[in-house]
């Protein structure tokens, strides 16, 4: 969503606003127990300790969790950024509940960040480049407000991983959108959500006509091909860079203990999958960056 229809989503959040409720709480909650979940993919050298001191902006904040984390673990200042006024109101609601004095939420758009340059240590972007409209434009002011000699980290999911259609709440079937329309899933898991939830609360919004295709409204179909050529031609540095093979993948194992055992027989056949070139974009989980501005 671009930056000029904030206004009116912010109406639209505060009309859905409500009280912080149970489940609202769980939810950053949640994040907030997972937090150090963006750093399990890195070297020793890349752990949460690196925060310490640091201020950090946290892109795609969501409920907070993971923002009120980083300022638990011992950052200067964190300041999450999310586009959805509700979302930043959870973390505002989470960071008191929790006495996270020098965590605070803004709503924003990522392509344009509300910041002056260099006005942070870190930027962090856990399952945020493959929802915003500009992955240019969103790493470019990325950029720009990242200190010389900060570092930015960031992993997401690439389009083409199986449930890179993000409708896990409505379906787990892998790779759906690699053989039907976004329109044909999105009117299934609608017909779905009715039938089992008495509402479409939980499906995307109807997809939306980009450069004469129809795609997904939520996504951006963003690829490992395709952010490489957008990191290639950035001004950052790439201090790491990895493929999380598909296995890693809590989505195989939620909910079936059992598929564990079976899955581990595999895993070196899948380990290797994300270095063919021909197939990586399919068995892949997440695509990992360590980035720094140079001095």
Known sequence: MRSEHLSDVRIQELQQDSCYDEPTFKRSNAGFENGNQLFMFFPEQYKVKLLRGKNVLDLGCHCGGPGVYYAHMGADKVFGLDIVYRRVNEGRKFSLSKNAKNAFF????????????????FITARDFFEHVDSPEKALQESYRVLKKGGLMILVFPPFYHPWGYHITSITRFPWLHVFFSPSEIIDVCREISLEHFGSVRFVPPLPI???????FAHVNGITIKRFKKI??????SIRYYRLVPLLSSSLFLRDNPNKLQLLRKFKPFFDCLPSIPAIKEFFTAKVVYILEKPE
């Open 106 to 121: 803004i709503q924003g758009d990522a392509e344009a960040i509300p910041f002056v340059n260099e006005s942070f240590d």
């Open 209 to 215: 006509i980009n450069k004469g295709k129809k795609r």
């Open 231 to 236: 990191i290639n031609s950035s001004s950052f």
